[in-house]
């Protein structure tokens, strides 16, 4: 990983456990999805050597493997308030400023329940536009694992966060 962080993984994961209760209620400190995606990025990074040197709100992407494929990182934390597994919203999908969504489900506690890296070109069938918010929303229900193009890398992400804690 060549950018550093100001939290290390296992950091970041108890962070996002210790203030989950506090996070479901608006609070404008942040929000439980913000946590999710930043230890998203960190969890994929750790796990694939990925660079993240690239601002995301510039670039449109999070990160870029050894091979300048363009990552969008994205990470959601299921707990007993919230159980969906949508995604934050993905913006400008249309123009595709990245190759691959790379996307995380976590439980309450922070584990990793399932990762997947998506080709860009696949996430029509799993996004639904809104015009309200001009962006995409990505369910990540058991149709994205059952696609053959769909890489599954829970285990690589388990690893990694054993690896890390």
Not at 15 to 42: I, K, V, W, Y
Not at 100 to 124: C, E, G, N, T
């Amino acid at each position: 990983m060549s950018a550093s962080w100001n939290m290390a993984v296992g950091e970041t994961s108890r962070l996002t456990s210790t203030h989950e209760d506090n996070l479901h209620q608006p609070s404008g400190m942040g929000s439980l999805a913000n946590l999710a995606d930043t230890f998203a990025r960190q969890l994929f990074c750790a796990a694939f050597d990925w660079d993240v040197s690239a601002p995301p709100a510039i670039t449109g992407y999070d990160a870029i493997d050894g091979e300048g494929r363009r990552f969008r990182i994205k990470g959601r934390k299921l707990t007993p308030f919230d159980g969906s597994c949508q995604l934050s919203a993905i913006r400008n999908l249309s123009n595709a400023p990245f190759d691959y969504l790379a996307a995380v489900l976590f439980d309450a506690s922070s584990q990793v329940l399932r990762a997947a890296i998506v080709p860009v070109d696949l996430l029509p069938e799993f996004a639904t536009y809104r015009r309200s918010v001009n962006a995409h929303f990505v369910h990540l229900g058991d149709a994205v694992w059952q696609s053959p193009r769909v890489q599954d890398v829970t285990a690589h992400l388990q690893a990694a966060l054993l690896h890390h804690r």
